[in-house]
């Protein structure tokens, strides 16, 4: 089960590993928790998240991840925090089924983000499930908390699905051209997509 904050985290903290788990055959459960809405002020919420909505399940697509696996919860973008009790309720109960809970670290200086991942982790450990944590915007902000790389682990990829996970990820035109308005995406903060293999926090370590 992989729980996706808002649409393009599907492929910016976890695409690698979808497309591996989904390669081998094995069957994986996307938690969209937001549609994005609120990236954008100058864009009604409803029009980006129209448009989001429609960017992700491209990009999932890409990915290997049928319409069918994906549970959108439509809890308000920006404000996940206000909703954590009711996520941990919804994610112990998917986590049941699940072997290994992914979600993004619960210091990615994003507080959907971070409120996404104590939630699961928090249902992770009722359900006795293992989790990993992957980061986005922990790899380029830094500081004021710094990722626990001795609890780390990688996953290789191979040129392959690097140029997968980059098809699918330019799905997600809203976030990296101009066309609604400034992109919320930088060059840099997509460098740890040029990287060889994607990272991951092991256990509930913050």
Do not use: K
């Not at 990615?108 to 991942?117: M, N, P, T």
């Not at 500081?143 to 990829?157: G, K, N, R, W």
């Amino acid at each position: 089960m992989v729980v996706v904050p808002h649409p393009d985290d599907e492929v910016l903290v976890h695409g690698g590993l979808i497309l591996r788990q989904r390669s081998r055959g094995v069957p994986v459960t996307v938690v969209a928790v937001t549609d994005g809405e609120a990236a954008y002020p100058s864009v009604p919420p409803s029009t980006l998240a129209d448009r989001r909505r429609i960017e992700q399940r491209r990009s999932l697509a890409l990915l290997g991840v049928d319409p069918v696996s994906v549970v959108r919860l439509g809890l308000p973008d920006s404000a996940v925090a206000c909703h954590e009790d009711e996520l941990v309720d919804v994610l112990t109960a998917l986590s049941a089924d699940a072997g290994l809970v992914v979600a993004p670290w619960i210091g990615d200086h994003h507080s959907d983000h971070e409120a996404c991942g104590r939630a699961a982790a928090a249902a992770a450990r009722t359900a006795r499930c293992t989790i990993r944590h992957g980061l986005f915007w922990g790899w380029s902000l830094g500081s004021p908390v710094e990722p626990p790389f001795s609890e780390m682990t990688h996953l290789e990829l191979s040129p392959s699905e690097r140029r997968t996970r980059t098809q699918a990820l330019e799905c997600h035109q809203s976030q990296l051209t101009d066309e609604l308005a400034t992109p919320m995406l930088t060059t840099a903060d997509l460098e740890p997509l040029a990287w060889p293999a994607e990272y991951y926090i092991t256990g509930n370590a913050r």
